[in-house]
């Protein structure tokens, strides 16, 4: 059974930095796309960054130039490193992955970021 564990998660500044880290266990095949969503009260899961297993990288207008993401595919693990935090960024963060060859998606509990102003 596949599963993803997210961390890094909490309560941080305006302006301030975290890194969130998502790792995937229990596949039989490794992982062709690794993301972050994300989800504000009230309103829908949007994308936040994917990384493809070859190195293309997708990200929200919102966060780009202030979050990266990055992935150890050794460990299938995905990391999402956020920089220059605003409030607007408080949400549930959420790690995804799809399976390559059979492709599957796959969510993660979801690690609440929190910024205060």
């Known amino acids: 059974q596949v599963q993803l564990v997210e961390s890094g998660g909490g309560l941080v500044q305006a302006g301030g930095s975290l890194r969130l880290s998502c790792a995937a266990s229990?596949?039989?095949?490794?992982?062709?796309?690794m993301g972050w969503y994300r989800q504000a009260p009230g309103k829908q899961r949007d994308l936040v960054a994917t990384l493809t297993s070859r190195g293309s990288t997708n990200y929200a207008d919102s966060v780009k130039g202030r979050f990266t993401i990055s992935r150890d595919n050794a460990k299938n693990t995905v990391y999402l490193q956020m920089n220059s935090l605003k409030s607007e960024d408080t949400a549930v963060y959420f790690c995804?992955?799809?399976?390559?060859?059979?492709?599957?998606?796959?969510w993660g509990q979801g690690t609440q970021v929190t910024v205060s102003s």
């Open positions: 229990g596949s039989r095949f490794s992982f062709s796309t």
């Open positions: 995804n992955a799809i399976t390559s060859l059979i492709p599957r998606e796959y």
